[in-house]
């Protein structure tokens, strides 16, 4: 028989047809959850005492650079051109294999620490197979479960050299990975391609139609400065090759005529809230696609910037639209709008549902059903900061912190348990990631 959890008296936020239930129990045999109910009899299973909680389904990250964590704060007041010359074309090519590696598990164990149970881990400082090895070897080892998205370095083109806009996306390696790794149960493999706004017309149709042949999600960056293909999107719409396999991620530049077609072609859209409004790129996605009844997915995006908790990301995406609709609203109207325009449970989606849409596995992720994998978080709401809950959802994107994530379970084994992971001796994996962030600003001018 699998191993069987049962956690007693928690208010449950399914995120699914069951809805809310203010005191329930939830079992989890093996990797699935089995059953929630106001009460479940059952035998031979660890009970764990759900009273005084809020149980939710395991947060996802949409979008993150797990490499950069070694570089916290360090550039946290850059804009994005500065970034871009600073990180990419600068501190990025200091980094060796074993960089790579602590950076991301250590980066993965925060996630899960916060209460991020999925990890799309947008991986583009990687010159070398050892480096994608090394990124992917972190993520399993971390427990989470995670997307690795094969990306590519953006240095600075030297004297000779091919520039990276004009190289294709490496095939071959891909492949490789995949082969390794795809079909592992917490880990899949896909591709973080240039896309039009970022690569040349012929390197954005090999790579879009990559993706499409090795059926894996081609996830791009759109906006930040002119683009390189300015007709790109037509001509790859043209071609067959925009879907449901297709994220953008920001997509400031796209234009209403072209959101529209794209939300029709089943496309994925991943915002990083807090870092578009920090670096420059402009105002979140969120209103455009709620007009077009889609939502985003979320991510933290660079904790070279800000925080790699998940909660914050919804409360400030939330709190950013709110503003937008609010001003917008007095603009026309002349007064303050009679009610919000964005629920707590909205938001509580793009961090949740969303994110499982944009992988393509809501059937398995995002939400607390029956079948579904075991990902969930218990919050603990008997603290001076969450009580009393009047109402659990908005509890929890407002009130709710780190401190309050008490436990975290990725495919029905717990990862954190009454406040600490398991299994993780953090001294030596802190200071080795001490020592990495200090090389690599060193080897850069930088301290």
């Known amino acids: 028989m699998a191993q069987r959890t049962l956690i007693r008296g928690a208010t449950v936020i399914t995120m699914d047809a069951q809805g809310d239930l203010p005191q329930a129990d939830i079992l989890v045999s093996g990797d699935t959850l089995t059953a929630i109910a106001p009460t479940l009899a059952v035998d031979e299973a660890q009970v764990v005492d759900g009273r005084g909680c809020i149980v939710i389904p395991g947060l996802i990250n949409a979008h993150m650079h797990t490499w950069q964590t070694a570089l916290r704060g360090v550039a946290a007041n850059w804009t994005l051109l500065q970034y871009f010359q600073n990180m990419h074309a600068g501190l990025a090519t200091a980094f060796t294999p074993d960089d790579l590696h602590i950076a991301t598990l250590v980066g993965a164990l925060n996630q899960l620490n916060c209460g991020t149970t999925t990890l799309v881990d947008w991986c583009h400082n990687n010159p070398t197979p050892a480096h994608n090895d090394a990124a992917v070897a972190a993520l399993l080892e971390s427990g989470?479960?995670?997307?690795?998205?094969?990306?590519?370095?953006?240095?600075?083109?030297?004297?000779?050299?091919?520039?990276?806009?004009?190289?294709?996306?490496?095939?071959?390696?891909?492949?490789?990975?995949?082969?390794?790794?795809?079909?592992?149960?917490?880990?899949?493999?896909?591709?973080?391609?240039?896309?039009?706004?970022?690569?040349?017309?012929?390197?954005?149709?090999?790579?879009?139609?990559?993706?499409?042949?090795?059926?894996?999600?081609?996830?791009?960056?759109?906006?930040?400065?002119?683009?390189?293909?300015?007709?790109?999107?037509?001509?790859?719409?043209?071609?067959?090759?925009?879907?449901?396999?297709?994220?953008?991620?920001?997509?400031?530049?796209?234009?209403?005529?072209?959101?529209?077609?794209?939300?029709?072609?089943?496309?994925?859209?991943?915002?990083?809230?807090?870092?578009?409004?920090?670096?420059?790129?402009?105002?979140?996605?969120?209103?455009?696609?709620?007009?077009?009844?889609?939502?985003?997915?979320?991510?933290?995006?660079?904790?070279?910037?800000?925080?790699?908790?998940?909660?914050?990301?919804?409360?400030?995406?939330?709190?950013?639209?709110?503003?937008?609709?609010?001003?917008?609203?007095?603009?026309?109207?002349?007064?303050?709008?009679?009610?919000?325009?964005v629920t707590t449970r909205e938001a509580l989606s793009w961090i949740t549902v969303e994110g499982a849409r944009m992988l393509g596995m809501q059937d398995r992720i995002g939400s607390l059903a029956p079948g579904k994998q075991a990902d969930l978080v218990v919050?603990?709401?008997?603290?001076?900061?969450?009580?009393?809950?009047?109402?659990?959802?908005?509890?929890?994107?407002?009130q709710a912190s780190l401190a309050n994530i008490d436990s975290v379970m990725v495919a029905g084994q717990w990862v954190k348990r009454e406040g600490r992971l398991l299994g993780v001796n953090l001294p030596p994996l802190l200071s080795a990631l001490r020592e990495s962030g200090d090389k690599i600003t060193r080897a850069m001018g930088m301290r």
């Open 144 to 341: 989470i479960r995670a997307a690795f998205f094969h990306g590519t370095p953006k240095p600075d083109p030297q004297p000779g050299q091919t520039p990276f806009w004009e190289v294709p996306h490496p095939r071959a390696e891909v492949e490789r990975l995949m082969k390794a790794h795809q079909g592992q149960p917490l880990l899949s493999v896909h591709a973080a391609v240039l896309g039009p706004h970022y690569s040349t017309l012929d390197v954005a149709i090999h790579d879009f139609r990559m993706a499409q042949e090795l059926g894996i999600i081609a996830s791009l960056h759109q906006g930040g400065g002119p683009a390189r293909t300015p007709d790109g999107w037509e001509r790859l719409e043209a071609l067959g090759l925009l879907g449901p396999n297709v994220n953008i991620v920001h997509g400031h530049a796209l234009t209403d005529e072209q959101l529209r077609r794209f939300c029709d072609l089943g496309m994925s859209f991943s915002a990083a809230a807090e870092s578009e409004m920090s670096q420059g790129h402009g105002h979140p996605l969120t209103g455009r696609l709620r007009a077009l009844g889609r939502a985003p997915s979320l991510g933290v995006d660079l904790e070279s910037v800000m925080s790699g908790d998940m909660i914050s990301q919804a409360r400030i995406a939330l709190g950013i639209q709110r503003s937008l609709d609010n001003v917008a609203y007095r603009a026309e109207h002349g007064s303050i709008p009679p009610t919000s325009t």
């Open 379 to 398: 919050i603990r709401a008997d603290e001076i900061n969450m009580q009393p809950v009047h109402d659990p959802v908005s509890a929890v994107v407002f």
